[in-house]
T-cell receptor, first 116, second 115 residues
Framework: EAQVTQNPRYLITVTGKKLTVTCSQN?????MSWYRQDPGLGLRQIYY???????DKGDVPEGYKVSRKEKRNFPLILESPSPNQTSLYFC???????????????FGQGTRLTVV | AQKVTQAQTEISVVEKEDVTLDCVYE???????LFWYKQPPSGELVFLIR??????QNEISGRYSWNFQKSTSSFNFTITASQVVDSAVYFC????????????FGTGTRLTVIP
């Protein structure tokens, strides 16, 4: 089954404790990205990757890191989480970097992160 | 600047009523793509439809229909004969042919269908 898998689904952590949210896709997609969803703001892109070893900032990259060492995996790293990073996070992937041209973005199930 | 506005924050309807969710977008690009996603209470994002800027045909899929009007920069979504299972947050989104393929999302409309 084609899917984007995020782990964990729920996470409560303390300020400053490094954490990683994993994302894996089994569709051989080149393009992957991370979004955060906040009430009243919709979803905003954090980082994206056009292919292995190619990553770039989205609209809200501060406080986050990513890596793309393998095509299927795109982990999101919070080196020193803060309470304002409490949010619902989504990983997405698509076959083409050009979402829209006969392709769509497939989203993971979401990771609800709480930083206390 | 690219922007998607969903002015309706929350809508409640009684089951079997029709409901329209509004989406207004802003862009200077001539080629762009519009999407609707559904987010049920379980939290995942479910793709509903994609429409490109050159295709203004309205689309119907079962109880769902979409009205795309470039003249008013709107891409509205109508659910006919709503059901309780339609209760969800619905997001309209916009992306472009060039650039980082960032999906620009609206703030979402929470639809509650009352039995």
């Amino acid at each position: 089954e084609a899917q984007v898998t995020q782990n964990p689904r729920y996470l409560i952590t303390v300020t400053g404790k490094k954490l990683t949210v994993t994302c894996s896709q089994n569709m051989n997609h080149e393009y992957m990205s991370w979004y955060r969803q906040d009430p009243g703001l919709g979803l905003r892109q954090i980082y994206y990757s056009m292919n292995v070893e190619v990553t770039d900032k989205g609209d809200v990259p501060e406080g986050y890191k990513v890596s793309r060492k393998e095509k299927r995996n795109f982990p999101l790293i919070l080196e020193s989480p803060s309470p304002n990073q409490t949010s619902l996070y989504f990983c997405a992937s698509s076959f083409s970097p050009r979402i829209g041209e006969n392709t769509e973005a497939f989203f993971g199930q979401g990771t609800r992160l709480t930083v206390v | 600047a690219q922007k998607v506005t969903q002015a309706q924050t929350e809508i409640s309807v009684v089951e079997k009523e029709d409901v329209t969710l509004d989406c207004v977008y802003e862009t200077r690009d001539t080629t762009y793509y519009l999407f609707w996603y559904k987010q049920p209470p379980s939290g995942e994002l479910v793709f509903l439809i994609r429409r490109n800027s050159f295709d203004e045909q309205n689309e119907i899929s079962g109880r769902y229909s979409w009205n795309f009007q470039k003249s008013t920069s709107s891409f509205n979504f109508t659910i006919t004969a709503s059901q309780v299972v339609d209760s969800a947050v619905y997001f309209c989104a916009l992306t472009f042919q060039t650039g980082a393929n960032n999906l620009f999302f609206g703030t979402g409309t929470r639809l509650t269908v009352i039995p």
